[in-house]
């Protein structure tokens, strides 16, 4: 069983900036995919965004939803087992818990969550 750790979430003012990290277990080359999602109170857990793995020379391809599109920016750095998400011109509304989920076949693998919240 792959170990996510998540960090990086936070109070930020409408405008702000965070990035948020997930450090995984083992290597980045063993997933399929990597994305972050989201949970508001009251609300069920939706994309933000993943990052399809791919391989060394083939590379990845990203997906993001409507709502986030142009503002956040998921990466990955291959060396570190880490995948970023950037988030930017942060609103209100992406107040949530934002957790890092990892699929490789059948299997889809969560972090803890980390608490971003955006408020003047």
């Known amino acids: 069983q792959v170990q996510l750790v998540e960090s990086g979430g936070g109070l930020v003012q409408p405008g702000g900036s965070l990035r948020l990290s997930c450090a995984a277990s083992?290597?980045?080359?063993?997933?399929?995919?990597m994305g972050w999602y989201r949970q508001a109170p009251g609300k069920e857990r939706e994309l933000v965004a993943t990052l399809t793995v791919g391989s060394r020379s083939i590379g990845s391809r990203s997906n993001y939803a409507d709502s986030v599109k142009g503002r956040f920016t998921i990466s990955r750095d291959n060396a570190r087992n880490t995948v970023y998400l950037q988030m930017n011109n942060l609103k209100a509304e992406d107040t949530a818990v934002y957790y890092c989920?990892?699929?490789?076949?059948?299997?889809?693998?969560w972090g803890q969550g980390t608490q971003v919240t955006v408020s003047a």
């Open positions: 083992r290597s980045v080359f063993s997933f399929d995919t």
């Open positions: 989920n990892v699929v490789t076949g059948w299997r889809s693998d």
